[in-house]
């Protein structure tokens, strides 16, 4: 049996012995399957895949892995933003609005070891939960951008504390949400890309204490250790990554 043929086979078990053990009827069947239909049609199976899926992913694919802990990528990376000039700031509108954070800290290796020139892509909503290049309002490039650590790895970015934001819920994502009586909302956090030559990328997202919906996050996507208390508008967090792995041929 080959790895395609496991897994999809287990899948397949996992749906059945659903259907039999909640005695799904053929109504429900129906809703389901015009719901698998929907979600295709509205383009949002990177939307369903990304909330509901991709944090066990995430949790399995990298458990006991060296390092700082990491969470989802999530929809909204843009891969191309820019590499930012010293002093570090996220790019902003001249009248933004949000309170100002300073984010810094060290990167280093999983042994302490500073990673001189690691870069941070960094991106986040803004106050009002917007990201730039997913909503008309926002002009290309806000709150999106590369940061560069110093020779003893630290890094240190001015930007704002983002706002809480719901997943898009007016399609069928939103509607089997609703459905269920869950709520559609992800608590404020900021998105990370940290990464240094001859370490393994680290995704993650760092969260802030006392946001609303910490302990509710739709995505599931929090953990304990990346959640961060802001003191003075400044946020200290060091990231330490894990070694690349050798491919066996390699070896």
């Not at 080959?2 to 039999?20: F, K, P």
């Not at 890309?193 to 370490?199: F, K, N, T």
Request: proline share 9%; glycine share 10%; aromatic share 10%.
């Amino acid at each position: 049996m080959n790895r395609a043929e496991t897994v999809v086979s287990a899948m397949l078990d996992a749906i059945r012995g659903v259907i039999v053990e909640h005695d799904v009827t053929y109504e429900e069947y129906a809703i389901a399957k015009q719901w698998l239909m929907d979600v295709g049609e509205a383009g949002e199976w990177p939307l369903f895949l990304d909330v509901f899926v991709e944090t066990t992913v995430e949790r399995n694919a990298f458990r006991g892995r060296a390092g700082s802990a990491g969470t989802i990528l999530g929809p909204y990376h843009l891969p191309d933003a820019p590499v930012l000039d010293a002093p570090f700031e996220l790019p902003r509108r001249p009248d933004e609005q949000g309170e100002p954070l300073t984010l810094s800290g060290r990167v280093t290796d999983a042994e302490g070891t500073p990673l001189a020139g690691a870069v941070l892509d960094v991106w986040h909503a803004d106050a009002e939960g917007f990201y730039s290049g997913f909503h008309p309002d926002l002009p290309p490039g806000i709150f999106r951008g590369k940061v560069i650590a110093d020779a003893e790895g630290r890094y240190e970015v001015n930007t704002i504390l983002p706002a809480p934001y719901t997943i898009p819920h007016e399609g069928p994502t939103g509607a089997m949400v609703a459905a269920c009586e869950w709520h559609p909302w992800r608590p404020a956090h900021i998105h990370l890309i940290v990464d240094a030559p001859g370490h393994e990328p680290l995704i993650t997202q760092l969260f802030f204490e006392g946001s609303d919906y910490l302990d509710g996050d739709v995505a599931g996507a929090v953990k304990e250790d990346l959640v961060v208390r802001p003191v003075g508008g400044r946020v200290e967090y060091d990231f330490a990554l894990a070694p690349a792995e050798v491919p066996l041929a390699a070896a």
